[in-house]
């Protein structure tokens, strides 16, 4: 019963380490020595090999990353589930992340920066957190986590989805019809939606003249959800006041990139999250033996929905 592991080879002993100790009879390989493939069962990736039809004996291919959408589903073998691990460490990273720029924007601090860069000394007026909404696009795990987590900030929490879902203390919205009113009503728009042709460019002008004027956004979600043209036109106008992102359609962006110099936008380079091996480990592991049981896996992919 073989594991090969086919992402970032820096964490790969790590990964094979905490199988040798907790789960021996699987046995870990570590692209690219990847052996005879047709003993590999199962396959732990950012993306998968190209020579997939090789793999004959695979039953499923976890991923290990909170997003999909770099696999091409279509693709891949009919009867092979893809798998998310739900690293419960991805979701402290999202949390952490949120919150930093959340409470960033909330309390001005790009202002304050940008002040103190010109000797300025200026208080502006607080904004109270039960005066402030924050509107999440994207209520799977992480989202449905930072909404959570702000919730003991006191902020009024909204909650967008494309189906309808139901989180203690958050107004929550489903599918394009409901799209206007909980944009009306976001001073800030932080995005955790996957990446599907239905997501793709929809932080775009027609969004952004929804929200509030002065509201925020921030994109944790993938660089090909936003147009970035549209952004730009958005913060120059001064509709929007400040924008935050950690993910671009090309990462990283060239020098000329827009965004490196704009006063407005606070540029991370991918830094959300990062699938640690200590806290995915006990995800994958439990997926891997309920497989083996027969029983249903956590965070299976549905190939049509293409998350
Ligand atoms: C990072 O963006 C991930 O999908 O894990």
Known sequence: MALLYK???SRGPTWKALFAEHAPDIEIRLWPDVGDPTEIRYLAAWLPPENLAEFSNLEV???????????????????????????PGIAQGIVEYASLTVL???RQVPLYLRQQHQHEWTAHALTPASERRIGVMGLGNLGTAVLRH???????RLGW??????IEGVDCYAGKAQLPAFLSQCDIL???LPLTDETRGILNADLFAALPSGASVINLGRGAQLVDADLLTALDSGHLDQA??????QEPPSEEHPFWDHPKIWLTPHIGAMTFPQ??????????????RGEAMTGVIERLRGY
């Open 279 to 292: 806290s995915a480990f006990g995800a994958l592991l439990d997926n891997i033996r309920r497989h083996q």
């Open 7 to 9: 992402s970032d080879p």
């Open 61 to 87: 291919i976890y991923a290990l990353s909170a997003g999909v959408d770099q696999f091409d589903l279509s693709q891949l073998p009919d009867h092979v589930p893809v798998v998310r691990v739900l690293d």
């Open 104 to 106: 960033s924007l909330h």
């Open 161 to 166: 989805a494309r189906s309808a879902h139901h």
């Open 150 to 156: 702000l919730g003991a900030y006191g902020f009024k």
């Open 244 to 249: 935050v992102i950690d993910v671009l359609e």
């Open 190 to 192: 932080l995005c955790l």
